[in-house]
């Protein structure tokens, strides 16, 4: 019998479908350097995100990722203006220069500060921190827990692996915090190897603890039950179906035998996702309320993968080899702004286009957000006190 | 049900087994408490039911442990789990998912039960433990006591015939155990689950208990009637305390049977007579103590004064304030308001001088332990506190604690660990001392030594405030009592006005002898018949 999923108006949105389309726009983003077109997709993710997150402790992280993305951009310009770098004619100001002895030549403290300099690095910084964004995004709207839910059952013990491994960055960060804190009830505030080595030891042995606690507590419970079948023919059938995709891949870029390379590598992806389904047969496991892919979901991802093919496509293409015509409707070129010399960045259709791929999520899904009562909350937060446990929140 | 045969458990590096020879059986439907002392081995007399022990924990089990027919030499925790429902002692840590409502359906995944079965399976489950409203809540934002109640309902979806909990109160404010408490007798009433449940707060369960288990200091176990067996084991819960001070044969289990016998047997307790008010010098004024995270209050403009001499205890629901209290009168918290000692405020001045003036043991006491042998331990605590060399560990051994030096302080018992760190703490002759929690994982004989060393540092001289949940410790340790709810200071006593009128914090014995104010068996010297 086939139990209706939750309707609708409640369901959240397939999680994959969150990080698909999330990391889409990271690709895409990954083949442009125009600040108007970045800063107008960063400025869409987090819209998104803060329209259609859900209220659990997870949703909060986005806060990190910008101040993560400032951090970055901020590094880079110091270190640009700390090491100059003779891009462009436009000087800015001078900084004092610092005179190298002979044996670090070609490196150079100080000196000329240009525009274009200044330009190319914001442009380049830029790009790198929207790509933390979308990372940033995907996480809260989706944490990778529930995300790996929904990766095959043959695949289920990785999974398991990963999801233990996600746990661990934000409970050695709670433990280094608690065991921090307890030192400075001891009086203990010398610095230096030896007490880090100290609290290294107390917080990976708590770490430890928590790991057994965890695992003692997946064993009680049934993990790894398997039904007992043997399961024959998976392995050799997904050997032969690797082999068979690699070989095809090989045949595709190096020889002409397309259709060959072409049939060998829709055999092979058939053949791992039969052999995945067998091995999937061993493990008795079964989930609760799987999330249905419908059309929604479809929809999502989809904004995604658009939105990287318009960038790179688009960004790829030589405009010498275009006709005049085409490379005026295409325009290439306005995906990387010319920085020396120094160029006022456009805007054009298709950019428009990804900044409307990157902001459909919002009419397609419904908000995440439920009401929660105060007096609930208040519990937690009060219960071990946690003056920067947001830091360990965060990171989840 | 359960039985054992002959099992005898010893762990690697022991010099002894901790259950030796130990043969006995539990019927299907009872609900089993075991009691023993710190350390005595009830946790893994638990973990033996469903294999755990020695399966997963290491260690040497012979004879033989059979669940349900199931024999745990051949069958692994994980065979068991159809089985065996097993929660640990502190239920966050033993989570596997996110949510409440796929933590519960997380074991019957892993039986392969079918989608359609399960989602009827979560929703009974979430009636029966009456937390339907939680449903899509994260764990992490839970009370201890949802968090309980969230992790039986997880064992439970997969429909075992046996629930093994390990301390399921004791970290929990009375009325949340009330609450999972109730939640267990539903089970066994109406579930007809078998039911084995240690637990250090005995007054907290033993009325509900069918048999009672005692892992004798031998490591033998004494399996029985509860009257039989509280009758002779060591571990005194009050009632046993009152039946022996009376010479009562029998152990009432209950208020109302001990309230029974008194009103038959014409008891009238002696008026106790007020221990004199302290008049030391108020040593810690605190005045407008306010703790925020974020947008919510923990702490709201807390006035409070601690004198030299005097013990104080603080009382109130989990999550009510009192750790952020404790945390921010001792300085290591950001708080607004002002904190007086000696005329200089804790929060101003570096680590090393703040607790000169105040000193704070945690709720996790461990977390203050970081040298690899109690030896180094104790040296490392003299430096810090500038104290001469060996200041510590005399501290230690005045504390009943005599362990040798080069004993990895994890291995201790909790009540010499608690031991440890207090002796750490004190070593810099603090004059005011603040105990946050210090009794969880104390059976009653460790809890009467804390008591007698609280009340020597306070006749000493020092202030003591204790943050606890124990209403029985609280009664017994001091005068005064502070009660703490959402954050604010609502009532100010003595413990005897205080507990002794109060419907959520009254120990067993004031219940027993209301209206006249008993608070405990101590009090009961000299009572007329």
């Known amino acids: 019998m086939v139990v209706p999923e939750r309707t609708d108006a409640l369901r959240t949105l397939h999680p994959l479908a969150w990080w698909c389309w999330a990391i889409g726009i990271g690709l895409a983003v990954n083949g442009t350097t125009n600040p108007l077109l970045l800063i107008l997709v960063a400025l869409s993710m987090v819209t998104v995100v803060m329209l259609r997150r859900s209220d659990s402790p997870w949703a909060r992280s986005v806060r990190a990722y910008l101040v993560l993305a400032a951090f970055v951009i901020g590094m880079r ?31 150079q403290l100080g000196g000329v500060v240009t525009a274009e300099a200044i330009a190319y690095t914001v442009y380049d910084a830029l790009r790198l921190a929207v790509m ?34 996600l746990s661990v960055a934000p409970q050695l960060i709670e433990s280094g915090q608690r065991i921090h804190r307890a030192r400075r ?11 880090l080595g100290r609290i290294a030891l107390a917080v990976l042995a708590d770490a430890i603890d928590r790991s057994m606690s965890l695992a003692a507590g997946m064993e009680a419970r049934g993990f790894a039950r398997t039904r007992g079948l043997h399961v024959r023919g998976a392995l050799p059938l997904m050997l032969a179906s690797v082999l068979s995709a690699t070989t095809g891949g090989y045949l595709m870029l190096a020889t002409d035998y397309r259709w060959l390379a072409a049939a060998l590598m829709v055999a092979g992806v058939a053949g791992t996702g039969l052999g995945l389904r067998r091995a999937g047969a061993r493990l008795a496991v079964t989930s609760y309320r799987p999330h249905p892919w419908q059309w929604r979901e ?18 790829g293409l030589d405009p010498d080899q275009l006709g005049p015509a085409l490379a005026a409707v295409l325009d290439p070129l306005a995906f990387f702004p010319s920085t020396n010399p120094l160029a006022w960045p456009q805007l054009n259709g298709w950019m428009l286009a990804v900044v409307a791929l990157v902001l459909a999520p919002i009419p397609l899904t419904r908000t995440g957000l439920q009401r929660i009562p105060d007096a609930a909350r208040t519990d937690v937060a009060v219960r071990s006190p946690r003056p920067r446990g947001r830091l360990a929140e965060a990171v989840r | 049900m359960i039985t054992f045969e002959h099992v005898s458990i010893t762990y690697p590096d022991a010099r002894r087994p901790v259950l030796d020879d ?20 009830k946790s893994t007399l638990l973990g033996a039911i469903n294999g755990l022990v020695p399966h997963f924990t290491g260690g040497t089990l012979s004879g033989r442990v059979v669940v349900d027919g199931r024999d745990t030499a051949r069958f692994r925790p994980r065979e068991l789990a159809d089985v065996v429902g097993y929660v640990g002692q502190d239920p966050l840590r033993g989570f596997v998912t996110d949510v409440v409502e796929d933590e519960i359906a997380y074991g019957m995944e892993q039986l392969g039960i079918a989608p359609a079965a399960m989602r009827k399976r979560v929703e009974e489950t979430l009636d029966l433990m009456g937390i339907a409203d939680l449903r899509s809540r994260p764990l992490v934002e839970l009370s201890g006591g949802q968090q309980q109640r969230v992790a039986i309902a997880a064992v439970l979806a997969a429909r075992p015939e046996v629930l093994v909990l390990d301390e399921p109160t004791s970290a929990l404010d009375p009325t949340a155990a009330q609450d999972v408490l109730s939640a267990i007798t539903t089970l066994v009433h109406e579930v007809a689950l078998t039911v084995v449940l240690a637990e250090h707060r005995l007054e907290r369960v033993m009325h509900a208990a069918d048999t009672i288990a ?14 039989d067996v509280l009758a002779r084991s060591t571990i005194t819960p009050p009632l046993a305390a009152l039946a022996r001070e009376l010479g009562w044969d029998r152990v009432p289990l209950s208020v109302r049977e001990a309230r029974r016998r ?40 807390v006035d409070l004064e601690l004198r030299a001499g005097e013990v104080t205890t603080l009382l109130g629901r989990n999550g009510c304030g009192k750790s952020s209290l404790l945390w921010a009168l001792q300085g290591a918290l950001t708080h607004a308001g002002e904190v007086r000692v000696d005329g200089r405020d804790p929060a101003g001045l570096p680590a090393a001088q703040a607790r000169r003036l105040v000193t704070l043991v945690p709720q996790t006491a461990a977390d203050l332990l970081y040298a690899p042998s109690v030896g180094e331990e104790c040296e490392l605590a003299d430096r810090e506190s500038a104290a001469a060399p060996g200041t510590t560990a005399g501290l230690l051994r005045r504390l009943g604690v005599d362990v040798e030096p080069s004993r990895d302080p994890r291995d201790l018992s909790e009540g010499q660990r608690l031991a440890l760190v207090l002796a750490i703490q004190l070593s810099a002759e603090p004059p005011v001392l603040l105990l946050d929690e210090p009794t969880r994982g104390l059976d009653y004989s460790a809890k009467a030594d804390l008591t007698a060393i609280v009340r020597e ?8 405030l204790i943050s606890t949940h124990d209403v029985e410790f609280a009664a017994g340790v001091g005068r005064r009592t502070l009660l703490m709810a959402d954050g604010e200071l609502i009532a100010e006593g003595t413990t005897l006005d205080l507990l002794a009128s109060s419907v959520a914090y009254a120990p067993q014995l004031a219940k027993v002898f209301a209206p006249s104010p008993v608070l405990t068996a101590a009090d009961l010297a000299g009572v007329s018949r």
């Open chain 2, 457 to 464: 540092l306070a006749a000493a001289g020092m202030a003591v």
């Open chain 1, 298 to 315: 479809t929809l999502v991802a989809g904004c995604g993968v658009v939105a990287m093919l318009v960038v790179l496509g688009i960004g």
């Open chain 1, 132 to 165: 933390l964004l979308c990372i940033g995004a995907a996480n809260a709207l989706a944490s990778p827990r529930q995300a790996l839910r929904s990766v095959p059952a043959a695949l289920y013990e990785a999974s398991v692996a990963v999801v233990v491994a």
């Open chain 2, 262 to 301: 008194v009103l038959a047997d014409d008891i009238r307790p002696p008026v106790v007579a007020e221990p004199a008010p302290v008049h030391g010098e108020p040593v810690l004024v605190a005045s407008g103590i306010d703790v925020r995270y974020g947008d919510l209050v923990a702490v709201r403009s």
């Open chain 1, 185 to 195: 009830l001891r009086g203990d505030s010398s610095r230096g190897l030896r007490s």
């Open chain 2, 22 to 41: 130990v043969s006995f059986e539990i019927a299907e439907g009872d609900l089993c408490l075991v009691i023993g002392a710190t350390g005595s081995g």
């Open chain 2, 214 to 227: 005692w892992i004798t200091p031998a490591g033998t176990v004494d399996l029985g009637l509860p009257a």
């Open chain 1, 77 to 107: 310009l110091f270190f640009q203006l700390l090491l100059g770098g003779g891009r462009g004619e436009t000087v800015l100001f001078t900084l004092p220069s610092v005179p190298l002895p002979a044996w670090a030549a070609g490196i």
